[in-house]
């Protein structure tokens, strides 16, 4: 059965971004390319992935916008949902599908593309609470980098308390923290 699964980095107080959608705080982490190569076997694992608009525009505008071809070169032919209101350009090469509205209307063409294989949820946080919303929010992996900031993008803005969190694996990559929760549905 498909998984949803939201794997991502954050600072050590639970912020995906800075408040001007800036990762400098991420890459400027000693090894965080060579982390990064682990998400290569996490991958391999992955049927679909779904991002929210200020993610995909990110993704855009830094890594296809300075090196064009990269969104094909990371992702091949995986077909990636992205959650917008907005007409927003595709990558050369991608499987890019623009959804909008509440995640339960089109979950079920995430699940269809993924197959047999995982759901990766790349955030925002918001977005991934939307799913959780709806009881579709299996695992949460996440990369703690050696890093605080005063504010920014949150990683997860929902409550959710230890009743549903099950803690799977901790692991060491370089200077960063990876934890693995089981997430239970809402009762
Ligand atoms: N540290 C990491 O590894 C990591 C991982 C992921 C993201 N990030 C960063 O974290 C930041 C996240 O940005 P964000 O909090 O703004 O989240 P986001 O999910 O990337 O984007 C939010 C936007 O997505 C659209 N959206 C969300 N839900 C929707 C729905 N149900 N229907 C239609 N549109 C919907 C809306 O944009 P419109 O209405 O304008 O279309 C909304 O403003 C970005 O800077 C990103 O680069 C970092």
């Known amino acids: 059965m498909t998984r949803f699964v ?7 107080n639970g912020f995906l971004a800075d408040d001007e959608d800036s990762l400098s705080w991420l890459f400027s982490v000693p090894g ?6 682990g998400m290569a076997h996490f991958l391999a694992g992955v049927g679909a992935f779904v991002m929210g608009a200020t993610t995909y525009r990110w993704v855009l505008d830094n890594d296809e916008r300075e ?13 990636c949902f992205v ?15 623009f959804v909008s509205g509440a995640v ?23 977005l991934v609470g939307q799913f959780d919303d709806v009881g579709r929010l299996d695992e949460i992996r996440v ?5 605080l900031l005063a504010s920014g993008r949150p990683l997860l803005p929902r409550t959710i308390g230890s009743d549903r969190l099950r803690l799977t694996t901790v692991k060491q990559e370089g200077q960063f923290a990876e934890l693995s929760y089981r997430v239970s549905r809402p009762v």
């Open 6 to 12: 939201y794997n991502t980095a954050s600072t050590l």
């Open 67 to 79: 090196n064009e071809g990269s969104w094909a070169a990371a992702y091949g032919e995986l077909p």
């Open 83 to 97: 959650v917008t209101h907005r007409a927003l350009p595709t990558p050369a090469g991608g499987k890019v599908r």
């Open 104 to 126: 339960d209307t089109w979950v079920a063409d995430v699940e269809r593309e993924a197959g047999e294989k995982d759901v990766w949820l790349v955030g925002g946080g918001d």
């Open 143 to 147: 990369s703690l980098a050696p890093a």
């Open 32 to 37: 965080a390319a060579e982390a990064e190569d």
